[in-house]
């Protein structure tokens, strides 16, 4: 009885230790979490988390524009999984491209580099789920646009009268967000300029010319703006006329003395007067006079724009005795 006590004994250790080791190979085997990271061991963390993102950081900002002949790099980070040696795989659209590499760069990106990418990463027999994915937009450069400030400028031609301030202003039309690093040249020459506005103070001979435009953010260069011309001229002389026209004028009657200045037209004038007594606010290119006696005498206009004044005007001097009214 003693022998078979012992056999039975035995038989039900080897029984125990048979079972344990396949459950345990079992649990092993079926070591997968929801996210789809899995290993050989129970992992009892959150599997690490994987982003794309580009550079330069500007095309992040940018939401992934990226302009024919750029160089731009897709990016995958996962986040807890420092330390680890990790192999990359990275897929565009339904296409894997061959890389096992975290970063992915377009040396000079072209309009079928377009699409969304995604990575993933592995490390021995762990794996992560594909990263979210980004969307990379490929547009042609941007071509952009000089304009003038005050905007009266832009108005009349480009006409600039010497000791006015003006500002170039280099506008890149869908660049919004980007940093954008611009050149400015008059003719052939550089500015030193980098900013998108290039102010000239007190115009003189030498700022006259044609002013164009780039810019670069990167290494890449817009295509140049076209050439916009500023013309550099005295200030013009007014004229002071006597409406209407007639050579004699009676005493009771209504006339209009105006400024006129050939050429401004388009510009926004500011007009001063002699005698003082017509500068009343606001001030006005031409005045109505019921004509008096008190109203015998000189006058003359200039005009302003901006912090530039013309020359003052010849003078018109009227004469008034008894009930005639002369002007000469």
Not at 132 to 155: A, G, N, R
Not at 168 to 183: K, P, S
Not at 295 to 319: A, I, N
């Given at each position: ?180 690093t611009y050149e400015w040249r008059r003719g052939q020459s550089s500015i030193r300029e980098t900013s998108s506005e290039y102010t000239i103070s007190r115009a003189t001979w030498s700022d006259r010319g044609g002013y164009s435009c780039r810019g670069r953010r990167g ?110």
């Amino acid at each position: 009885m003693g022998h078979s006590l012992l056999c039975m004994m035995g038989f039900f250790l080897l029984s125990t230790v048979i079972c344990g080791n396949a459950e345990e190979h079992s649990y092993d085997s079926q070591d997968t979490d929801e996210s789809g990271y899995q290993s050989k061991e129970q992992r009892t963390s959150a599997p690490p988390k994987l982003t794309v993102f580009l550079q330069p950081s500007q095309t992040q900002l940018y939401s992934g524009v990226i302009y024919r002949g750029e160089t731009v790099t897709l990016r995958c980070e996962i986040q807890g999984g420092e330390g680890a040696q990790w192999t990359y795989e990275w897929s565009r659209g339904q296409s894997r491209i061959h890389s096992a590499s975290r970063e992915y760069t377009f040396r000079s990106v072209t309009v079928s580099d377009a699409g969304g990418y995604s990575c993933w990463g592995t490390e021995g027999s762990s794996w992560t789920e594909w990263s979210d994915v980004i969307t990379l937009t490929v547009l042609s450069p941007p071509k952009p646009t000089v304009f003038l400030q005050p905007s009266w400028t832009q108005i009349y031609s480009g006409v600039i009268y010497r000791g006015e301030t003006v500002t170039v202003r280099c506008e890149i039309h869908g660049g919004e967000g980007a940093q954008w690093t611009y050149e400015w040249r008059r003719g052939q020459s550089s500015i030193r300029e980098t900013s998108s506005e290039y102010t000239i103070s007190r115009a003189t001979w030498s700022d006259r010319g044609g002013y164009s435009c780039r810019g670069r953010r990167g290494s890449f260069w817009t295509v140049w703006s076209d050439i916009i011309t500023m013309t550099i001229l005295f200030p013009v002389k007014p004229t002071v006329t006597l409406q209407p026209p007639w050579p004699q004028i009676y005493s009771g009657e209504t006339v209009t003395v105006r400024c006129e200045i050939q050429g401004g037209e388009g510009a926004q004038w500011t007009y001063e007067w002699r005698p003082a007594k017509l500068n009343t606010p606001p001030t006005s290119s031409e005045y109505r006079i019921t004509v008096t006696e008190s109203d015998s005498g000189g006058y003359s206009c200039r005009g302003k724009r901006s912090f530039s004044w013309t020359k003052w005007s010849d003078t018109l001097t009227v004469v008034c005795k008894l009930d005639t009214f002369h002007s000469f």
